[in-house]
């Protein structure tokens, strides 16, 4: 009986001993296992790939500058600055060609696109590129003084309805006139009662395109105005040309400088357009209306280069204009600075 029983309680102490482990080989267990896979931890996400040094460094300059590495934007901005290069380079073109390219050569009537002369040459054998590179420095600088004129009319008008209901009520009645006449009827009427010539293209021009940009300098005035700041700056005494010089002018220029590039396509094609129709710019300078007109008559011979490549010219330097524009528009926006 006694020796039966102490086997059995050998054999339960051996079970036990096998059983248990010790406690420092179960904390050494825990301690080895991942923290995913310990008791009552929460789960994690596997953590990140390991990054090269070079897009580390990339990713962490486009970090910093709040913008990814190919923005919308920035490419936007480039674009632009190109272009803006490219009008710097049709001025200096138009002032480098010599004069001789405007002169009659009868014995090169009639030439196509060549290397000696590309755009050709036109019946009385002027050189054709000659001919459109001024004709297009003409059109930009007729162009640019109009859109300025038209500007200003459309800033002092915006800020003068935003300031009194009278003169609210004025330049709205002259914004809706000026709106519901026939735009060419109007261009072509100005011109003729200013004396036609480029003086009267660009009066006509420039009292034709304010009322789409008064408009938008209006409501910009009237943001600025019920803005808290305004109200304080009131409140403390200051008049009413105080406000207008010190608070809305401010807000006001970036649009409507942003306005004024985008009226210069405007302003160009118009003067090309008046010009084409006999209204325009005199006959004697090369603009490109003028030679566009002139081109009409040549057209059915086959002669085609002298009204496609001036007309093409036309079109790329209105795209680039609103090119330009485009981009400072994101440069002034600083709602759209992360795009």
């Not at 004697?284 to 002669?303: C, D, K, V």
């Not at 496609?308 to 330097?317: K, S, T, V």
Request: hydrophobic share 50%; with cysteine.
């Amino acid at each position: 009986m006694d020796t039966s029983s102490t086997l059995a309680s050998g054999q339960q102490t051996a079970t036990t001993t096998v059983a248990t482990p010790p406690a420092s080989a179960a904390s050494d267990s825990a301690s080895t296992l991942p923290p995913c896979c310990a008791k009552g931890a929460p789960p994690q996400s596997p953590p990140p790939p390991e990054r090269d040094a070079s897009s580390t460094a990339a990713h962490t300059i486009t970090e910093r500058a709040g913008l990814p590495l190919f923005s919308s934007r920035l490419v936007t901005i480039i674009f632009a600055s190109v272009a803006l290069l490219a009008l710097i380079g049709i001025l200096l073109a138009a002032y480098a060609l010599p004069e001789s390219g405007l002169s009659t050569n009868l014995d090169g009537r009639i030439l196509p696109p060549s290397w000696a002369h590309p755009f050709g040459t036109d019946p009385l054998g002027r050189d054709m590129l000659t001919r459109t590179i001024k004709g297009l420095a003409v059109s930009m600088r007729v162009g640019m003084i109009a859109a300025t004129g038209a500007t200003f009319i459309a800033i002092t008008f915006g800020i003068l309805s935003a300031l009194n209901k009278w003169f609210d009520a004025i330049i709205g009645v002259l914004i809706d006139l000026t709106i519901a006449l026939p735009h060419l009827v109007l261009l072509i009427m100005i011109s003729f009662a200013m004396g036609g010539g480029t003086k009267g293209v660009i009066i006509a021009v420039a009292c034709t395109h304010w009322p789409g940009l008064a408009r938008l300098v209006r409501a910009e005035v009237r943001q600025v105005l019920s803005a808290d700041y305004v109200r304080v700056s009131r409140l403390m005494g200051r008049t009413g040309w105080q406000v207008a010089v010190r608070h809305v002018l401010p807000h006001v220029l970036p649009q409507a400088l942003v306005g004024a590039v985008l009226l210069f396509p405007h302003t160009i094609l118009h003067e090309a357009g008046m010009t084409f129709l006999g209204f325009g710019l005199e006959p004697h300078l090369p603009a490109t209306g003028i030679l566009l007109s002139e081109s009409m008559r040549y057209i059915s011979a086959g002669w085609w280069w002298l009204a496609a490549l001036p007309g093409i010219c036309l079109l790329a330097m209105v795209l680039t204009f609103e090119q330009v524009a485009l981009g400072l528009r994101l440069m002034l926006d600083p709602r759209r600075a992360q795009e």
